[in-house]
């Protein structure tokens, strides 16, 4: 097994240096990357079901100080999966970033450990995403292991509160989300992005352990002209936060409150992110007292220490260079004239 350490990659605010230029000698299509930690024996079926399905890639398992031995397995039965284990847990932000650094695709594929991906998945994504060069990002038909609810078909995205949904998350498939189109943002879940967007816009942010990072990563491309679309002819099988007990999730979605705040300080203009940094905080610490959710509202009210601490001056200053469209169109959102038609057909 390889192992690296945080420190000799030097991790730290993104930028578009750390990411290999794509002139470079790119020699598989695919780098697709899992951040592990503690996943058990769904990461073996994650991996096991990727290399039955998939050709032309390398495979990046970075393990965040598992303790459950789950890398084991994985090693003994597919030694030709690069694996990078770091000392601490670092999020999954992090984990990407040191596999981004060092993969040789062109194209980056996020997929979480307890997911199982299909025949031809990656192929139906890319012919999708290639039917149109501003496509930079493009994700599957997420469905829970049923086989019948949704999971995720691309973000719907609030702009006053900088919050995103999973569109038709729990729904049951009765294929009301059978056409490819434009979204407003897709889950890293499973979400295929092309190497010359990631040069541009940069890496992950880190600051970010757990949560919004899909959401700030696909602002983060809008802001810069690409369009990010939903693939229904690839599917992808996803547990859901099977791997984290229920009582926990919501301590975790407390704790990343503050990442709110922290995206719409780097990406808004300036005057929306006074207008609606100050929005987000009011309306949420009225839902804590509301709700006489004491943690919730604790956390809130931290938010803005937080944020002034980790102030992100360098992150902004490279999302505004990069900007292409006007927070209207962020607000706003409207699929502009893409040739829905060819691509539905290649989809399915």
């Given at each position: 097994?390889?192992?690296?350490?945080?420190?000799?990659?030097?991790?730290?605010?993104?930028?578009?240096?750390?990411?290999?230029?794509?002139?470079?000698?790119?020699?598989?299509?695919?780098?697709?990357?899992?951040?592990?930690?503690?996943?058990?024996?769904?990461?073996?079926?994650?991996?096991?079901?990727?290399?039955?399905?998939?050709?032309?890639?390398?495979?990046?398992?970075?393990?965040?100080?598992?303790?459950?031995?789950?890398?084991?397995?994985?090693?003994?039965?597919?030694?030709?999966?690069?694996?990078?284990?770091?000392?601490?847990?670092?999020?999954?932000?992090?984990?990407?970033?040191?596999?981004?650094?060092?993969?040789?695709?062109?194209?980056?594929?996020?997929?979480?450990?307890?997911?199982?991906?299909?025949?031809?998945?990656?192929?139906?994504?890319?012919?999708?995403?290639?039917?149109?060069?501003?496509?930079?990002?493009?994700?599957?038909?997420?469905?829970?292991?049923?086989?019948?609810?949704?999971?995720?078909?691309?973000?719907?995205?609030?702009?006053?509160?900088?919050?995103?949904?999973?569109?038709?998350?729990?729904?049951?498939?009765?294929?009301?989300?059978?056409?490819?189109?434009?979204?407003?943002?897709?889950?890293?879940?499973?979400?295929?992005?092309?190497?010359?967007?990631?040069?541009?816009?940069?890496?992950?942010?880190d600051k970010m352990l757990l949560f919004y990072e899909d959401t700030d990563f696909s602002i983060r491309a809008r802001i810069a002209g690409w369009k990010l679309y939903y693939c229904p002819g690839s599917i992808v099988f996803h547990v859901r936060a099977g791997l984290t007990p229920l009582r926990d999730r919501g301590l975790l979605h407390r704790r990343a409150i503050p990442y709110r705040l922290r995206m719409i300080l780097k990406s808004y203009s300036l005057s929306n992110a006074i207008k609606y940094g100050a929005f987000s905080i009011i309306i949420s610490v009225a839902a804590g007292i509301k709700n006489r959710d004491l943690e919730y509202l604790m956390r809130y009210a931290r938010s803005p220490l937080w944020n002034l601490l980790n102030l992100p001056i360098v992150e902004r200053r490279l999302v505004q260079s990069t900007r292409r469209i006007p927070d209207t169109v962020l607000a706003h959102f409207h699929p502009d004239g893409s040739p829905h038609s060819k691509i539905s057909r290649l989809a399915e």
């Open positions: 097994m390889r192992v690296l350490s945080r420190e000799n990659l030097g991790l730290g605010v993104y930028t578009t240096a750390d990411v290999r230029h794509e002139t470079n000698p790119l020699d598989v299509s695919f780098s697709i990357i899992i951040v592990n930690y503690n996943g058990g024996s769904k990461l073996l079926e994650c991996v096991d079901s990727v290399f039955r399905y998939t050709s032309d890639f390398e495979l990046i398992l970075v393990d965040n100080a598992s303790t459950d031995n789950s890398l084991l397995p994985v090693a003994k039965r597919f030694p030709q999966v690069i694996i990078v284990r770091n000392p601490e847990n670092i999020g999954f932000a992090g984990g990407s970033n040191i596999a981004i650094k060092r993969s040789r695709g062109r194209w980056i594929v996020f997929l979480n450990p307890d997911t199982k991906v299909t025949e031809n998945w990656l192929d139906n994504l890319v012919k999708c995403a290639d039917s149109w060069d501003e496509i930079g990002m493009v994700q599957p038909k997420l469905l829970r292991m049923d086989g019948k609810t949704l999971d995720s078909t691309g973000h719907v995205f609030n702009f006053r509160t900088c919050f995103a949904r999973d569109r038709g998350s729990g729904e049951t498939d009765v294929g009301r989300y059978e056409v490819a189109e434009e979204v407003e943002g897709c889950s890293l879940a499973c979400t295929a992005i092309r190497r010359e967007l990631i040069a541009k816009v940069g890496l992950l942010d």
